[in-house]
């Protein structure tokens, strides 16, 4: 049997088919709205955030392009600092240059000044002895040398006859008793610093060894002058103080014969001033006082001996006799260790000093 259908019932029937279906599609369109506004928020956020980014990275740029600028400027800014401060110092530099080279100019003009004013002593001069008053003792005597032994030895020819080979191109000079000093004059007034004594050096018996120093260079002979103190501020001792002075010059300059431990009489009588006149100008007589207890005093006293000899050939006079005593005074260093006197209390600086270039003359003729 065939069912029929009324219209009505049709209807009916295809609303309720078709009501879920518009629910439905309703429902997907509200969610498809829904994910197309979250899409569209997303969109909008993720455009935001490239915004924020990209505003970011520009600050970034913007501040690492100012720091690169500023970096730009503080290096322009040390560059010229240091292109400053190279120039001055190149300034500086040659300025200083500049300055030791004149210094060094004058240093030079003063020394070939002072060689110029070195006046050397002649040979076609008379000398004459002026009498101090005292009459030296005399115990020996060789072709005209006068010798006061005060030794326990015995002197024969042989002993006395100047037979030694002296290397006289290099001199030590020192002083055991640096502090000795003369009767003050009007050109060297000192303040004293004990009897006839004076730390100054440019007063005591070291400006004499200066002067001594300044002729024999002058004649071309090398110098080594010390002008340690060794009397001050103690005069005990002396002796070995000045044994460590001259141990140390002599191991600069082992090659030295000649070492003179420079002296002024100890004489303390401002009457005292032996003296000679050579020429028109007066000079402090020299004196060698020799120790004959050490290994080489005969060397030495051949030495001294020679020195004399020439002494008199040119300038006779100029030396008082010879002491030789029971000591060593350090003379046991060297083939010419001797010590030497010049003048005494009662002798000026300046009659000290005139008698160096005559000494100078002596040993560089020896």
């Known amino acids: 049997m065939i069912k029929v259908f009324r219209i009505s019932d049709l209807i009916k029937y295809f609303i309720r088919i078709l009501i879920p279906i518009i629910i439905l599609l309703i429902i997907l369109q509200v969610v498809s709205n829904q994910n197309l506004a979250k899409q569209v928020e997303s969109s909008m956020n993720q455009e935001a955030l490239l915004d924020s ?36 110092a190149s300034n500086l530099k040659e300025r200083e240059r500049s300055d030791n080279e004149e210094q060094g100019l004058q240093i030079e003009n003063q020394k ?32 005209g040398i006068l010798i006061n032994n005060m030794s326990d030895h015995e002197l024969t020819e042989e002993i006395l006859t100047p037979n030694v080979e002296i290397n006289k191109s290099k001199v030590i000079i020192y002083h055991t008793h640096t502090c000795e000093s003369y009767t003050p004059t009007e050109q060297y007034y000192y303040e004293a610093s004990g009897n006839y004594r004076s730390i100054d050096l440019n007063y005591s018996v070291a400006r004499v060894g200066d002067e001594l120093d300044a002729q024999l260079s002058s004649l071309g002979i090398q110098v ?13 001792g002396s002796y070995s103080r000045s044994l460590i002075t001259a141990q140390n010059c002599l191991a600069a300059n082992p090659d030295t014969d000649i070492v ?18 050579i020429g028109e100008e007066y000079a402090s007589q020299l004196m060698f006082v020799m120790g004959g207890l050490n290994e080489n005093w005969i060397q030495n006293l051949k030495f001294a001996i020679k020195v004399m000899q020439k002494a008199n050939e040119l300038y006779p006079g100029l030396f008082k006799p010879l002491i030789l005593r029971n000591s060593e005074y350090n003379q046991h260093l060297a083939k ?25 003359k002596i040993i560089n003729e020896i």
């Open 112 to 143: 070939v000044e002072e060689k110029k004013e070195v006046a050397q002593a002649r040979t076609d001069v008379k000398t004459e002895v002026i009498e101090s008053g005292v009459n030296p003792r005399v115990t020996n005597e060789y072709n």
């Open 336 to 360: 010419g260790g001797c010590i030497i006197e010049v003048g005494a209390t009662g002798n000026t600086l300046e009659e000290s000093i005139n008698s160096m270039k005559y000494l100078a």
């Open 224 to 236: 080594i002058h010390d002008k340690t103190y060794h009397d001050h501020p103690a005069y005990s």
């Open 260 to 277: 003179i431990d420079l002296h002024r009489d100890a004489i303390a009588d401002p009457n005292y001033a032996p003296k000679v006149k």
């Open 53 to 88: 980014i990209s505003s970011t990275v520009t600050q970034i740029e913007i501040v690492e392009d100012n720091e690169e600028k500023d970096k730009q400027k503080e290096n322009k800014k040390n560059d010229l600092i240091f292109l400053s401060e190279l120039a001055l």
